[in-house]
């Protein structure tokens, strides 16, 4: 769960990241695939086209925070896309670690044990949901199949 105050941190911090958000996602993807080559192939095409969807996505998600269960629909069908990409959930923390690491970086002198906390709610809670909506849409596949 995330708590008011997490929000507001996650959302005051943001600012500080948007002014760097370019090298922000530049260095996201190198730490990603330092940490887990084997997921650079499933980005395949441009990746400068990826970290500006990276960037999309992590913006609607700290504008939406206030509204989260509203976002969880989109959360949701974003999970099914990625699925269809050949993202597992194991790579879920592998994504959050690289994610925390380039926050850590933009966010310098800024990035505090509460703000680290904050933004791993964040991530926490959306990766849980998109996790939970891949088990579910496979739950609903297995149960079709076997005639329920």
């Given at each position: ?54 960037l999309a996505s992590i913006t609607a998600v700290v504008e939406g ?39 850590e970086r933009a966010l310098g002198p800024s990035w505090t044990p509460d703000v680290r906390q904050a933004w791993a ?28």
């Amino acid at each position: 769960m995330i708590s008011p105050g997490q929000k507001q941190l996650v959302q005051d911090t943001f600012q500080y990241v948007k002014p760097v958000s370019a090298a922000a996602a530049q260095l996201f993807y190198s730490r990603l695939f330092q940490l887990n080559p084997s997921l650079k192939p499933l980005f395949k095409g441009d990746l400068e086209d990826q970290r500006r969807k990276l960037l999309a996505s992590i913006t609607a998600v700290v504008e939406g925070l206030d509204r989260f269960d509203e976002m969880l629909p989109g959360v949701q069908a974003m999970a099914a896309r990625h699925e269809s990409y050949g993202v597992r959930p194991e790579h879920y923390e592998d994504f959050g670690t690289a994610l925390l690491w380039t926050l850590e970086r933009a966010l310098g002198p800024s990035w505090t044990p509460d703000v680290r906390q904050a933004w791993a709610a964040v991530y926490d809670s959306l990766s849980s949901a998109m996790k939970q909506a891949v088990a579910d849409k496979s739950t609903v596949i297995v149960d079709l199949k076997n005639g329920k």
